[in-house]
């Protein structure tokens, strides 16, 4: 069985609760969101596996999940992109946000999401039980297609794409 850390509005943990059922019940529970830029400025998105629980098929930023109970958070997105994207870069934290959002399959996305970027610009080797696809895109018509197309993307990736912008400005 997969847990997850539930929190409070300030991330402050109040306890762990069953993957599904904390997303069938949607209660707020911490997550982390990886972003990878190549030297020339694209992100790497990667397109969510088909048989993933949820949002399967969409495209998403470089990876993103649910750290364990007593793993710090760092350590937890350099796990789950080298389980994704089969590769591990330097990662430095520079957000967070909390977003509520009802998904397919009756379950619902709320997190305390904490975005992290790197920079990488070697191979990428997508396992495909999490990714069926990945390319490098530039920001703006990354920002541009999600406008035109928003439902082949992620939620979390629509709304957390403004975030990355301002502080890619900085």
Known sequence: ?????????????????????T???????????????????QLLLQKRAKSKYHSGG?????????????EPLLYAAHRKLKQEM???????KVSSFIYK???????SEHE????????????????????????WVKIYELKNDIEKNPDSYTY?????IDKMISYLKR
């Open 23 to 41: 997303h069938k019940e949607g209660k707020l529970h911490r997550a982390f969101s990886v972003f990878v830029f190549n030297s020339k400025g």
């Open 86 to 92: 089969g590769f591990d870069c330097v990662l430095e």
């Open 112 to 135: 305390y999401d904490h975005i992290f970027i790197g920079k990488f610009d070697g191979m990428v080797l997508p396992n495909p039980e999490e990714a069926e696809d990945c390319r």
């Open 101 to 107: 959002v009802q998904l397919d399959n009756g379950l």
């Open 156 to 160: 979390w990736l629509r709304i957390s």
């Open 1 to 21: 069985m997969e847990e997850v850390i539930l929190v409070d509005e300030n991330d402050k943990e109040i306890g762990t609760g069953e993957k599904i059922r």
């Open 58 to 70: 969409l495209w998403s930023n470089t990876c993103c999940s649910h750290p364990r109970r007593g």
